[in-house]
């Protein structure tokens, strides 16, 4: 079973506008990730965040997490066209990645 | 450097046909991972390798799916008499270590057409 479900499935918005995504996990976490893919190819990593942390931002990226409410979101500030995408949570379930069915994010222009 | 390379990129078979797809993971990678993912969905993991211990094989869908790690290093994934709902795309990933604390590095897929 998938440890990580995003919210909403499918996203689209201006370009300009800012996109939020979020991530709701199972169980307790060292820490989470999100995955950017393009074209139904290669993931690409985008940022880690600890468990013990509550923010982290990477450029126009800010992830935020909730360990009481096993949640996380993903905002993306000042959305571009190339931002277009699938966006992926993971968390680990023995040793190895467990991602959610990720949101489509599509940036109108 | 070079990151994960796969081949083929596209792979279009017969029902009932065997076939070997190929990962070329980052060099000094220890991890090495396979993953599947149809049309429209999230991944689904298949199969782990960890340097020279036994691989964790927990999400191959069928004993008609197979993979080993030669030396370390590439990894083929072999599907025997393969069926329509094998069509996906098939993605490999390495990290430096295995674990959670480690990103992963993924390749472009071989997308798996089954006729």
């Known amino acids: 079973s998938q440890q990580g479900e995003e919210d909403p499935q499918a996203l689209s918005i201006q370009e300009g506008e800012n996109a939020t995504m979020n991530c709701s996990y199972k169980?307790?976490?060292?820490?989470l990730q999100w995955y950017r893919q393009n074209s139904g190819r290669g993931l690409v990593h985008l940022i880690l965040?600890?468990?013990?942390?509550r923010e982290k931002h990477s450029g126009r990226l800010r992830v935020t997490l909730d360990t009481s409410k096993k949640s996380s979101s993903l905002l993306i500030t000042a959305s571009r066209a190339a931002d277009t995408a699938s966006y992926f949570c993971?968390?680990?379930?023995?040793?190895?990645?467990?991602f959610g069915q990720g949101t489509r994010l599509t940036i109108n222009p | 450097g070079a990151g994960v390379s796969q081949s083929p990129s596209n792979k279009v078979t017969e029902k009932g046909k065997d076939v070997e797809l190929r990962c070329d993971p980052i060099?000094?990678?220890?991890?090495l991972y396979w993953y599947r993912q149809s049309l429209g969905q999230g991944l689904e993991f298949l199969i782990y390798?960890?340097?020279?211990?036994?691989?964790?094989k927990s999400g191959l869908p069928s004993d008609r799916f197979s993979a080993e790690r030669t030396g370390g290093s590439v990894s083929t994934l072999t599907i025997q008499r393969t069926q329509q709902e094998d069509s996906a795309v098939y993605l490999c990933a390495s990290s430096l270590e295995p674990g959670e604390s480690y990103e992963q590095y993924f390749g472009p897929g071989t997308r798996l057409t089954v006729t």
């Open positions: 390798f960890q340097g020279n211990s036994a691989p964790d």
């Open positions: 965040i600890r468990s013990n942390e």
């Open positions: 993971a968390t680990v379930g023995a040793q190895k990645l467990v």
């Open positions: 169980t307790s976490i060292n820490n």
């Open positions: 060099s000094g990678h220890t991890a």
